[in-house]
């Protein structure tokens, strides 16, 4: 298998409340709480457009304004239909990149979610994904 030669990213922040299900009741987590969450979006790619780019930045603009309009300053258990830990934030949000930008085909999107500024998660479609 070939790894990609040419990778790019760019990140977005949103503040939101949420609380996870499923843990014990003294878990901090259980408990309403909020972050100041920070996404990177990657995509790679082993070729580029006739410009030199792998996707211009500018064409990530639609996850911005989406997290703006869907996550920022909303409480998740409210607004999304999952326990919305970290790992299935960014699962959820390499789909939403996925329907909301015209991703180069052979280009593979890969999702990090930091809730504090030494904590990610990371998903990355598989190799069959794109």
């Known amino acids: 298998m070939t790894m990609p030669a040419f990778e790019i990213s760019k990140t977005f922040e949103f503040s939101a409340s949420h609380r996870l299900s499923g843990l014990p009741a003294d878990h ?7 972050h100041n969450y920070t996404v990177r979006v990657q995509l790679r790619g082993e070729t580029l457009d006739p410009v030199g780019f ?3 930045y500018g064409e990530l603009s639609p996850v911005r304004d989406w997290i ?3 996550l920022d300053h909303q409480h998740l258990n409210a607004c999304l239909d999952f326990n919305p830990t970290a790992e299935l934030l960014a699962q959820h949000l390499a789909g939403t990149v996925r ?3 015209p991703i180069p085909d052979g280009v593979r999107v890969a999702v990090g979610v930091s809730e504090t500024p030494r904590t ?3 998903y990355r479609e598989a190799e069959a994904a794109q």
């Open 28 to 34: 901090k987590c259980a408990r309403l709480h909020g």
């Open 54 to 56: 792998l996707l211009d």
């Open 68 to 70: 703006d309009a869907a």
């Open 99 to 101: 329907q909301l930008v």
């Open 120 to 122: 990610w998660a990371f």
